[in-house]
Every structure is written in structure tokens, then in C-alpha cells.
């Protein structure tokens, strides 16, 4: 079995693989970065559409952690929402305008265009068109191309973590605090699998939508990444709620994704005879 050794590996390659890797690379560490699919960019991040919050005109962060927690519906941990309606609009400015430079709309003023999406009391939502993703992965992966201490491999499938509770040869390592020391890697196109030892692993993969039969979810979203922490004695919590999108082109066996940002510009939902139906179930 081949084996490498890098500091910190990086399983997925979307926004938070990225921003692992980047950040770790410029604390002086070796990454290694993987991707199953055949491209670095391929990931949730590409396909994201509507924007990212950023802030609005005269937003706060209470503000924005107000309207979180009313779309959480009262189950969102409230440390992280604080935290991420503190440091969110800041790393966004910090990361994706200043650092990556990703290309944002402006508006005729060059002020950066700003629009609404659902559960926002404000207009907070920053975009690039309505490929947003797409625009960020872009200038995601060509930061983490400039950096030399970054490998990224491409056609790599995680199969399982390396843990002593699992793997080591000594028996009584499963009284041991839970330790992973990396992954077992399938590599496509050798049809073998690699050993990939690492001091941290990250897990970026992304979500499951695609365990079911009628998602909007990219290919690559079926959960392994999650499969592969419970495997190794991660605390999964609130499984229960699987990222969608109400909004979908029924189209064939794929569902194409109908901008959140539609509704945020009044977009209403109707049936056939005209009738907007969706009042019947919650007023916004």
C-alpha cells in the first residue's frame, strides 16, 4: 500500500476545504487537499447560486443573529450563531473581497450590489450574478494553487479514517482518547487504495443530500464525510435537517435549482389556476 505523509489533510475542496487549507499552508504547515472528483473545483461551493451574507445598511450583528435564529426556529446553538453573525460579514470581507478578490456585483456607484434572500430582515446578500459559488470556488482554488504548500489530488475518494481505536495494532489502544492520524484513500485512477498519515484531518465534504431520490444537492454530497466521523466516534447531532431547495426545475433525473434569490427579489410561488399556495402554510 503507498503511503504519504503531509501536516494537515483536507478532505474536500469547496469554501471550507479551501480556507482550511489556505489557512494552515500560510501557518507554515504541508496540506495536502482531496478531491473524488476528477476537477478541484467540483464541490457544494460550485454549485451554490443566490449569495452569502455580508452586511447590509445599517445591519448589526444582533440583527443579522435575530433572523438566524427565527429561520433556525429556535434550535440553532446560539454560541455559534453569535460567532458567525460576529466574525461572518468580517471574514467575508477579510478572505473573499480583500484576499481572494472574488468578483462581487457592483452597482453603478460600485458599492457592492446588495439583495435580500429569504428569512433576511435586510438586504445583506452579496452575489456574482446568480453563479456565486461558482465565482468564489474560482477564486478559492486559484489561491490555493499559488501556494506551494498545498497538494491537491484530484479522483481521490476518502474510505475510512485512521484511528487507534480502529486501526492500531496494539488492542488496548481503544482505551486510549480518540486519536485519527488520517485516511484511507481510493485513488481512481490507480484502482488502488493509499495511506495518507496526517498530524490533523479536516473534514470538508460537504452534505447528504443525495441519499435521497429528489435533491438539488450536487453528486458528490452523499455523506460520507459524516459516515466517516460517526465511524470514528464523532458526535453527529441534528442529522435531522438536510439542506434543500424548495424551489427546483423538475426536469428529467436531475433537479435544476431555482435561485433563492428569487424570492428575495418577491418571487411568489404559484400553481396552475394562479393561486399562491405557500400563503396556507407559513406568511412568508
Request: proline share 4%; net charge negative.
Given at each position: 500500500?503507498?503511503?504519504?505523509?503531509?501536516?494537515?489533510?483536507?478532505?474536500?475542496?469547496?469554501?471550507?476545504?479551501?480556507?482550511?487549507?489556505?489557512?494552515?499552508?500560510?501557518?507554515?504547515?504541508?496540506?495536502?487537499?482531496?478531491?473524488?472528483?476528477?476537477?478541484?473545483?467540483?464541490?457544494?461551493?460550485?454549485?451554490?447560486?443566490?449569495?452569502?451574507?455580508?452586511?447590509?445598511?445599517?445591519?448589526?450583528?444582533?440583527?443579522?443573529?435575530?433572523?438566524?435564529?427565527?429561520?433556525?426556529?429556535?434550535?440553532?446553538?446560539?454560541?455559534?450563531?453569535?460567532?458567525?453573525?460576529?466574525?461572518?460579514?468580517?471574514?467575508?470581507?477579510?478572505?473573499?473581497?480583500?484576499?481572494?478578490?472574488?468578483?462581487?456585483?457592483?452597482?453603478t456607484d460600485g458599492q457592492l450590489d446588495l439583495t435580500a434572500e429569504a428569512a433576511h430582515s435586510?438586504?445583506?446578500?452579496?452575489?456574482?450574478?446568480?453563479?456565486?459559488?461558482?465565482?468564489?470556488?474560482?477564486?478559492?482554488?486559484?489561491?490555493?494553487?499559488?501556494?506551494?504548500?498545498?497538494?491537491?489530488?484530484?479522483?481521490?475518494?476518502?474510505i475510512d479514517l485512521l484511528t487507534l481505536s480502529h486501526h492500531s495494532r496494539n488492542p488496548l489502544d481503544v482505551y486510549a482518547p480518540p486519536t485519527c492520524v488520517g485516511a484511507?484513500?481510493?485513488?481512481?485512477?490507480?484502482?488502488?487504495?493509499?495511506?495518507?498519515?496526517?498530524?490533523?484531518?479536516?473534514?470538508?465534504?460537504?452534505?447528504?443530500?443525495?441519499?435521497?431520490?429528489?435533491?438539488?444537492?450536487?453528486?458528490?454530497?452523499?455523506?460520507?464525510?459524516?459516515?466517516?466521523?460517526?465511524?470514528?466516534?464523532?458526535?453527529?447531532?441534528?442529522?435531522?435537517?438536510?439542506?434543500?431547495?424548495?424551489?427546483?426545475?423538475?426536469?428529467?433525473?436531475?433537479?435544476?435549482?431555482?435561485?433563492?434569490?428569487?424570492?428575495?427579489?418577491?418571487?411568489?410561488?404559484?400553481?396552475?389556476?394562479?393561486?399562491?399556495?405557500?400563503?396556507?402554510?407559513?406568511?412568508?
Amino acid at each position: 500500500m503507498d503511503r504519504r505523509e503531509t501536516d494537515v489533510l483536507v478532505v474536500g475542496s469547496g469554501l471550507a476545504g479551501c480556507a482550511a487549507a489556505l489557512m494552515a499552508a500560510r501557518g507554515g504547515a504541508r496540506v495536502i487537499m482531496l478531491n473524488k472528483a476528477d476537477r478541484a473545483e467540483e464541490s457544494n461551493t460550485w454549485h451554490a447560486q443566490g449569495g452569502i451574507i455580508y452586511r447590509g445598511v445599517l445591519d448589526s450583528p444582533e440583527q443579522l443573529a435575530s433572523d438566524i435564529m427565527t429561520a433556525g426556529a429556535g434550535v440553532c446553538d446560539p454560541a455559534a450563531v453569535e460567532l458567525l453573525s460576529r466574525e461572518g460579514p468580517r471574514l467575508v470581507k477579510e478572505l473573499l473581497l480583500d484576499d481572494v478578490g472574488v468578483p462581487f456585483d457592483r452597482a453603478t456607484d460600485g458599492q457592492l450590489d446588495l439583495t435580500a434572500e429569504a428569512a433576511h430582515s435586510v438586504a445583506r446578500i452579496i452575489h456574482a450574478e446568480d453563479m456565486t459559488g461558482r465565482s468564489i470556488e474560482e477564486s478559492m482554488i486559484a489561491a490555493v494553487r499559488r501556494e506551494p504548500g498545498i497538494t491537491i489530488l484530484t479522483g481521490r475518494t476518502a474510505i475510512d479514517l485512521l484511528t487507534l481505536s480502529h486501526h492500531s495494532r496494539n488492542p488496548l489502544d481503544v482505551y486510549a482518547p480518540p486519536t485519527c492520524v488520517g485516511a484511507y484513500v481510493f485513488d481512481h485512477a490507480a484502482q488502488h487504495v493509499e495511506l495518507l498519515m496526517a498530524k490533523e484531518t479536516i473534514l470538508a465534504t460537504g452534505g447528504l443530500g443525495r441519499i435521497f431520490l429528489h435533491t438539488t444537492n450536487p453528486a458528490g454530497a452523499c455523506g460520507d464525510g459524516v459516515a466517516m466521523a460517526y465511524r470514528a466516534g464523532a458526535r453527529c447531532i441534528n442529522m435531522q435537517f438536510v439542506q434543500f431547495h424548495p424551489t427546483t426545475l423538475y426536469h428529467g433525473s436531475e433537479r435544476f435549482l431555482i435561485s433563492e434569490a428569487l424570492r428575495g427579489e418577491g418571487a411568489r410561488l404559484i400553481d396552475a389556476a394562479g393561486h399562491e399556495f405557500m400563503l396556507g402554510y407559513h406568511p412568508d
